[in-house]
Structure formats: structure tokens, C-alpha cells
């Protein structure tokens, strides 16, 4: 099933911007605002409290009921990106495990102050004496958890739940550097490139130049599958979904690079062809039944997979995209070499800004 068609133009900068009485395209560029106030946090000492001359034995990230939401996919998106360079392992949970005590460190985020497994966290994490962290808003039970025994690191910046990916994000490679010295990351730097990212797919840039408008265009009319080439690039996928259907109720199905293969070796994306002009004319619904709507695959991966990913699915066919997070050229914005939790962090923002534009266009 495919989402309404567009009513207004992309390129049309004062109809988007008078469509968008939510402020949604504000919202959804405030990712690097949001990373720059963690960093802000992070040098006035806000996280000071969590350091100790003791390695942590783990990172348990617990999310409740946001294991489904921004929460769950950065706490996915950190373990699989940090992996391979901390020395600590990074544990993903709805629901604080029986074992945590003294040796750990317990990040608890979301968006809920009265989610009873973000308050249990809390409760037990101080209980059992380990470092914990609350990465939520300071109010209601949580508030009362973790009053004066826990740090607590709400959002500074007011800004809706399905843009707070990057909080949650910054907010662990936060936390990792403060346990982890080994690890060295410029939260700095990442604002500056989220604020790139968002000024590229800023309403005021035509199509050609705008990722997020062009992947917007392209997704209109379609039935959309978004494929993610490893852990941390599903984590975005199911992220981008979320946005996609509470924003622009663009239905998506998300899924792994494997199973879009799979599905485009078997002939998916080939099975309808866009209908002529003339066809067109004299199709009638009643008698020839609906058109079909035209699948469009979209697939994440890092820069360093986007040769040999674009070199696998071109041999299918199809009408498939691969996007990564240095894929427009662009002299100015171009960020070779990021790590891989910073590229999660651009395509975020320019998923996030592909969802505005849909809604803004279908009014």
C-alpha cells in the first residue's frame, strides 16, 4: 500500500515552508543542536560523577518501552558501531538484568519519566550500587529514582520524539568516553556535521542538490522497502520506518540487505512497469483493476560498503537506491573517513527530513 499522492511541489520553498505549521522541518534539523548540547554537558562536568578509576565490567543500556523506538536504535546502533574499538561491552535491554551490581554502568534511556522499567532501572541500578546515567526528562517517578543517587542528562532542547535519535546517540558516546578514556570521540565535530547534513536537505535547496527531497520524490507513490547492510544499519532501518509511517504514514517495510537481495533476485521491483501515456488514457479501474504501485528498495550502507553493495544489487535490477552517509558529492559538506555511528547520524537526519517533506507535499 502506498501513501497519498503529492499536492505540492518540492521545489515550491514557500509552500513547504507554509505547510509546515508543526515546525517539523525546524525539528528535524535540530539534530546537531541536540549533539552539541550533550557535548555542552559533557565539558560543564555533567557526567563526571560516572568516572572511577575501575573499568566497568558493562555498559547496560535499558530502554523499556523505547527498545522499539529512538531509544532501542541508538542503544543497537552504539553496541554494534563501538564493538570493535571499546574495551567495554555494551549490553542493549528492555528491562534491567538481574546480574547488574557495583562493577557496571547503567544507561537508562527514554522518553517516558513514568515507564515503570526505566524507574525499576534506576531504582535497582543505585540499589546495587552501580553508576547510572538517566538519559530521559527529569520529571515524575524517574525523577524521584534518581534523585541526588544518579546523573541525570535530560534533553535541553525541546524537540518531538521521533527526531531524538541524535540525543540518544550523543548522549552514549557521551557516556562511553567518560568510562572508557581510550575512547576519543569529537561530539563537536558530529554537530557540525549534522548541521551539514540538515543544511543540505534544507528546504530551500532544489531537488537535485537536496538528498532528502530527491529520496522523498522517489518514495512518493511507491511501496517503499528499506534494507540496512549490517546491525547498526537495520538498528537505522527500523528507526526510519518508525519515522517514515508517524510522520508522513508512508508504510515501509524494513528489513535486512540479505533478505533485499533475496527478494530482488526473485524478481521484486520487476514485476510492474510503469504504465504509458497512452495507457494510461484508457485504463479504467473497474474493468482493469487498480494500477499497481511500484516498489522502490532503498538500501543503507556505510561508505566503505557502498562499492561493493552498488556493485551487487545493479547486477538485480530493479528500482533500487543504495545511500550512505557521503554519497552526494558535495566539496563543501564531504566528511570522508567518519566513523561509522557519525554516517548512522547524517542518514538519520536526512531520513527524518525525507519523512517532513512527504507529508508536507501530500498536505
Same mark, same amino acid.
Do not use: K
Given at each position: 500500500?502506498?501513501?497519498?499522492?503529492?499536492?505540492?511541489?518540492?521545489?515550491?520553498?514557500?509552500?513547504?515552508?507554509?505547510?509546515?505549521?508543526?515546525?517539523?522541518?525546524?525539528?528535524?534539523?535540530?539534530?546537531?543542536?541536540?549533539?552539541?548540547?550533550?557535548?555542552?554537558?559533557?565539558?560543564?562536568?555533567?557526567?563526571?560523577?560516572?568516572?572511577?578509576?575501575?573499568?566497568?565490567?558493562?555498559?547496560?543500556? +535499558?530502554?523499556?518501552?523505547?527498545?522499539?523506538?529512538?531509544?532501542?536504535?541508538?542503544?543497537?546502533?552504539l553496541a554494534a558501531a563501538l564493538g570493535a574499538t571499546s574495551s567495554i561491552p555494551l549490553v542493549v535491554t528492555p528491562d534491567v538484568p538481574p546480574?547488574?551490581?557495583?562493577?557496571?554502568?547503567?544507561v537508562v534511556a527514554g522518553d517516558d519519566a513514568a515507564d515503570p522499567a526505566l524507574v525499576t532501572a534506576v531504582a535497582t541500578g543505585v540499589r546495587r550500587g552501580a553508576r547510572v546515567i538517566v538519559v530521559?526528562?527529569?520529571?515524575? =517517578?524517574?525523577?524521584?529514582?534518581?534523585?541526588?543517587? /544518579?546523573?541525570?542528562?535530560?534533553?535541553?532542547?525541546? +524537540? =518531538?520524539?521521533?527526531?531524538?535519535?541524535?540525543?540518544?546517540?550523543? /548522549?552514549g558516546l557521551a557516556?562511553?568516553?567518560?568510562?572508557? =578514556?581510550?575512547?576519543?570521540?569529537?561530539?563537536d565535530a558530529?554537530?557540525?556535521?549534522?548541521?551539514?547534513?540538515?543544511l543540505r536537505n534544507s528546504a530551500a535547496r532544489e531537488i537535485f542538490t537536496n538528498p532528502a527531497k530527491n529520496l522523498a520524490e522517489r518514495m512518493s507513490g511507491r511501496q517503499v522497502v528499506l534494507a540496512g547492510e549490517g546491525a547498526a544499519m537495520l538498528a537505522l532501518v527500523r528507526h526510519a520506518a518508525t519515522v517514515l509511517l508517524r510522520v508522513a504514514h508512508q508504510l515501509v517495510t524494513a528489513t535486512g540487505g540479505s533478505d533485499a537481495l533475496v527478494a530482488l533476485h526473485g524478481g521484486l521491483g520487476r514485476e510492474t512497469v510503469e504504465m504509458s501515456y497512452?495507457?494510461?488514457?484508457?485504463?479504467?479501474?473497474?474493468?482493469?483493476?487498480?494500477? =499497481?504501485?511500484r516498489v522502490?528498495?532503498?538500501?543503507?550502507?556505510?561508505?566503505?560498503?557502498?562499492?561493493?553493495?552498488?556493485?551487487?544489487?545493479?547486477?538485480?535490477?530493479?528500482?533500487?537506491?543504495?545511500?550512505?552517509?557521503d554519497d552526494v558529492p558535495?566539496?563543501?559538506?564531504?566528511?570522508?573517513?567518519?566513523?561509522l555511528e557519525q554516517q548512522i547520524a547524517m542518514l538519520a537526519v536526512r531520513l527524518e527530513m525525507t519523512a517532513v517533506y512527504l507529508k508536507l507535499v501530500r498536505g
Open positions: 500500500m502506498s501513501a497519498a499522492p503529492a499536492t505540492l511541489d518540492l521545489d515550491d520553498v514557500e509552500g513547504l515552508i507554509a505547510a509546515d505549521r508543526d515546525g517539523l522541518l525546524r525539528a528535524a534539523s535540530m539534530a546537531g543542536a541536540q549533539t552539541r548540547a550533550v557535548a555542552a554537558a559533557l565539558t560543564e562536568g555533567e557526567l563526571d560523577e560516572l568516572r572511577s578509576d575501575q573499568r566497568p565490567r558493562t555498559v547496560t543500556w +535499558v530502554c523499556g518501552r523505547g527498545m522499539s523506538g529512538a531509544p532501542g536504535a541508538a542503544g543497537t546502533v546480574w547488574i551490581g557495583a562493577l557496571d554502568v547503567v530521559a526528562p527529569n520529571d515524575g =517517578p524517574l525523577r524521584d529514582a534518581a534523585a541526588g543517587r /544518579a546523573v541525570v542528562l535530560p534533553p535541553r532542547l525541546s +524537540v =518531538p520524539d521521533d527526531f531524538g535519535l541524535t540525543r540518544y546517540l550523543a /548522549a557516556t562511553m568516553m567518560v568510562v572508557d =578514556p581510550a575512547l576519543r570521540i569529537d561530539l558530529l554537530a557540525d556535521e549534522l548541521d551539514a547534513e540538515a497512452e495507457d494510461s488514457l484508457f485504463h479504467d479501474p473497474e474493468i482493469d483493476g487498480p494500477v =499497481p504501485a522502490r528498495t532503498v538500501v543503507l550502507c556505510s561508505d566503505e560498503e557502498r562499492p561493493g553493495v552498488i556493485a551487487r544489487m545493479d547486477a538485480l535490477g530493479g528500482d533500487v537506491d543504495v545511500l550512505s552517509a558535495d566539496a563543501g559538506l564531504q566528511v570522508p573517513g567518519s566513523r
